[in-house]
Each structure stands twice: as structure tokens, then as C-alpha cells.
């Protein structure tokens, strides 16, 4: 079965840019997502198809692909942005989420 | 706005039974492919099923292959999910999903799923 990993946590300083990644076997063959979860809510697509913003996501918040890593990343961090984040990605006709990266602002 | 509200959760012994339904409102349900996705209590996410448009394919995981059943009443707007079998590491909340263009864009808020005795 496909695995994606992604580090456990990531810390940032509020107006820095923070990176997650997301690796997986020749993932930039396939479309990556995005999601944030922050405590007690549903889960919250920020990016589709790799780099793509659903409407509502701020513009800090951008994607990239290519080779076995998928990159989120949230330029000029917010405290409102701490939360945890999921890579997504299909395997043929099924879905797999990677293990999550909790973010912390401080 | 895209509505997904989900139900039938609730508290059941090992190897019982459960039924969960998600409702859909504010678009073309019939249109869409829509999933189910768990967390367990402090995990991440575990994708559960999915199924179609039509209701003519749906997939699982080998995790909950055999036990459960998605299923779709479009005439309804209803995603349903049949819980056979159920083991305690089922225990989660379980959500819905609408997809869109490779990505699960609206969830529903979950309904509860406690597997214990």
C-alpha cells in the first residue's frame, strides 16, 4: 500500500515561513492535497491538485510537488495557523492521508 | 453553502452493528463522488470509503473491507455507511465528504462511533 510521511511536528515564529512536507514513492506523479485541522473541528481542504487554493484560503498558504515530496507552505505564519496539517494524495482509486504535522506558532 | 450533516453514531459492543448517514444539501448531490474518513480519538486521518457519483463503484481499505458498506440514495441526498462487525480500534469520529477535482473540499462536522462493552 502507498505511505506518505510527514514530520510529527514543525515550530515557526509568528511572520515566518513555515514548511511541512509530505514524502511519498514518486509522489509528484500524483495530485497532492491539503488539509488543517485545528482542535475539536473538521478537517479543512487549503490546497488541491498540488497548488491550488480553494476560494476562502488566504494567499499565505501555497503548494508545491515534484519528485517523492509534496510542500505546504504558509508564508508569514499566524498564530490563527496553528493547527494540524494532513498531506492527501490518491493510490489508484483510493485515498491516503499521511500521518499529520502539528504546527506551532510561538 | 455546501451542507453535509452526519448521524447515527453512538455506542455499541464489539461485533454489533451500526448504520451512519450523512445528509447532503446546497448542491447536486448526484453529481459528486463522496467519502467517509475516521479519526480515531487523538490520531490522524484514516480514509474509510468511497463511492461513486452513481453508486456504481465504491472502494474500501483492507482495514474495513468486508465489514462495512458505503452506500447512495440521490433521490434522497443521503450517503449512508453500514458498520458490520465492529472491533474497538473502530471506535472514531467519522466523517463525510464531498469531492471535488482530486480533493475532499466540504466535511460534515462527525458523528461519534464508540466501540466498547
Known amino acids: 500500500s502507498y505511505i506518505l510521511t510527514q514530520p510529527p511536528s514543525v515550530s515557526v515564529s509568528p511572520g515566518q515561513a513555515a514548511s511541512i512536507t509530505c514524502s511519498g514513492d514518486k509522489l509528484g506523479d500524483r495530485y497532492a492535497c491539503w488539509y488543517q485541522q485545528k482542535p475539536g473541528q473538521s478537517p479543512v481542504l487549503v490546497i488541491y491538485?498540488?497548488?491550488k487554493r480553494p476560494s476562502g484560503i488566504p494567499e499565505r498558504f501555497s503548494g508545491s510537488n515534484s519528485g517523492n515530496t509534496a510542500t505546504l507552505t504558509i508564508s508569514g505564519t499566524q498564530a490563527m495557523d496553528e493547527a494540524d496539517y494532513y498531506c492527501?494524495?490518491?493510490?489508484?482509486?483510493?485515498?491516503?492521508f499521511g500521518g499529520g504535522t502539528k504546527l506551532t506558532v510561538l | 453553502q455546501v451542507q453535509l450533516v452526519e448521524s447515527g453514531g453512538g455506542v455499541v459492543q464489539p461485533g454489533g452493528s451500526l448504520r451512519l448517514s450523512c445528509a447532503a444539501s446546497r448542491f447536486t448531490f448526484s453529481n459528486y463522488a463522496m467519502h467517509w474518513v475516521r479519526q480515531a480519538p487523538g490520531k490522524g486521518l484514516e480514509w474509510v470509503s468511497s463511492?461513486?457519483?452513481?453508486?456504481?463503484?465504491?472502494y474500501y481499505p483492507e482495514s474495513v473491507q468486508g465489514r462495512f458498506t458505503i452506500s447512495r440514495d440521490n433521490s434522497k441526498n443521503t450517503l449512508y455507511l453500514q458498520m458490520n462487525s465492529l472491533r474497538p480500534e473502530d471506535t472514531a469520529m467519522y466523517y463525510c465528504?464531498?469531492?471535488?477535482?482530486?480533493?475532499?473540499?466540504?466535511w460534515g462536522q462527525g458523528t461519534l462511533v464508540t466501540v466498547s462493552s
Open positions: 491538485q498540488d497548488t
Open positions: 463511492i461513486r457519483y452513481d453508486g456504481n463503484n465504491k
Open positions: 492527501q494524495a490518491w493510490d489508484s482509486t483510493t485515498v491516503v
Open positions: 465528504a464531498k469531492e471535488t477535482g482530486f480533493g475532499l473540499f466540504d
